[in-house]
């Protein structure tokens, strides 16, 4: 593989702009709660948390260009509001929250201080690195990863080979569904199609790829960061299933303190402080800058439009990073219902050969996806009892997964449709 060294930064950069505050504290949680079902957990949390971010970059790799670009063959419209969502929710829910978990879990512990003035010393050290962002491939990339990567690797392996008793069973109804939806809480999928424009960016200001070099780099180190990512995931889900007939916890954060106080005895907390602080403040870099050069495009390439977003940005974070984690994590579950399904679909789209997802396919499954996602959506809202008659009807409704089989169904329909037209011509 050409260009080994780049390729390397780069996926260590990319594993860390993605291993945020939910990558941490998501999976021990769900392995504990499914027990000797934790296989299956982890097959269904690997789809949607790790194979379709991956795809992601894998599509920001034959664009090379911004999330417009992602959603364009819908129509210029719908691509710029579609933008604007991702870009709201990022700045305003997964942002903050990576604070919020560094308070709770690096902070509080150990520091007499508030909430707020962490979060302001915080989302300080995000802006200086947004505002020098040529910097960031290498910074996260040569020294942040490493030390994430070497922690977990600790904790995990230590936790998974020592004796442990025997494993609890499930308490979910369906394993690999519960871990799908619970793969969307990690963002990843809006992560990758966020995240994936700032390393198509900052590879492009090096001045030093053409668009094929670029194209290589982008999708090798995507691939690689995914194996890491799977690994990591799978270790964790692993580590709290094999502890769930030991301990008992009521919450994400205390069974991850508990298991690195398990692994690592009295250094656990310490280097769980250091691991929480790395990877929150790796992914908030990422996320204000993404939405920074996504509102710079915007304005002509504004580089005062990319200093004021990068502000309000940090502002934000510093507002929203006062609640609790467990009060982000629940407010996030009607926006995710709905915004995933749709950015799953177009990144899906966006690495298909032209010939199967032409403007017509695209839009008739990103329609379909959106209608059929609403009951998802709206059932926060106090709608339960009419929309139970109606998820009867739709297959996989009942586990929130509605959207699947009428939009692969128009997908069918469509490019068979245009494969006849074609033929006739």
Not at 23 to 44: C, F, M, R, S
Request: hydrophobic share 50%; proline share 4%; glycine share 8%.
């Amino acid at each position: 593989m050409k260009y080994t060294k780049q390729t390397l930064i780069t996926a260590f950069a990319l594993f860390s702009l993605f291993f945020g505050a939910g990558n941490l504290i998501l999976p021990p949680y769900l392995g504990y709660n499914a027990g000797e079902d934790w296989l299956w957990v982890t097959l269904g949390f690997a789809i949607s948390a790790v194979v379709i971010p991956i795809m992601a970059i894998y599509g920001y790799a034959r664009l090379q260009g911004t999330l417009l670009d992602f959603a364009k063959k819908v129509s210029p419209l719908f691509a710029l509001v579609y933008s604007i969502f991702v870009y709201i929710i990022s700045i305003s829910l997964p942002s903050p929250r990576t604070a919020s978990v560094t308070y709770e879990m690096a902070i509080q512990p150990y520091f007499n201080i508030s909430s707020f003035w962490t979060s302001v010393l915080y989302f300080i050290l995000v802006l200086s690195f947004v505002l020098n962002r040529a910097k960031i491939l290498n910074f996260i990339g040569k020294f942040l990863t490493p030390i994430i990567i070497i922690i977990l690797l600790f904790i995990i392996g230590i936790g998974i080979l020592g004796d442990v008793e025997p494993l609890r069973a499930s308490i979910f109804e369906n394993t690999f569904t519960e871990g799908i939806l619970e793969g969307y809480q990690t963002f990843d999928a809006i992560g990758g199609v966020v995240v994936g424009g700032v390393i198509v960016i900052s590879l492009a200001l090096r001045g030093t790829y053409n668009y094929e070099e670029r194209k290589s780099i982008i999708a090798w180190s995507g691939f690689i960061s995914g194996l890491g990512l799977l690994l990591i995931y799978g270790g964790l889900i692993a580590l709290g299933a094999f502890y769930s007939g030991t301990l008992e916890v009521e919450n994400r954060t205390d069974l991850l303190s508990l298991l690195s106080n398990s692994t690592l005895g009295s250094l656990g907390a310490a280097f769980l402080s250091v691991l929480v602080a790395l990877a929150c403040f790796t992914t908030a870099v990422g996320i204000v800058t993404g939405t920074a050069d996504f509102v710079k495009g915007v304005f002509g390439n504004s580089k005062l439009a990319y200093k004021i977003t990068a502000v309000l940005g940090c502002v934000i974070g510093v507002t929203v990073g006062q609640f609790d984690v467990h009060y982000i994590i629940n407010i996030a579950v009607p926006a995710l219902m709905f915004i995933y399904p749709i950015t799953i679909a177009l990144i899906l789209l966006n690495v298909l050969p032209e010939k199967y997802a032409s403007k017509l396919v695209y839009r008739g499954v990103t329609i379909t996806v959106l209608l059929f996602s609403i009951p998802d959506f709206v059932q926060f809202f106090a709608l339960e009892e009419f929309l139970s008659e109606l998820k009867t009807f739709i297959p996989f409704s009942k586990y929130s997964l509605g959207w699947v089989m009428p939009s692969t169904f128009i997908f069918f329909l469509i490019n068979i449709s245009e494969l006849f037209t074609r033929n006739s011509d």
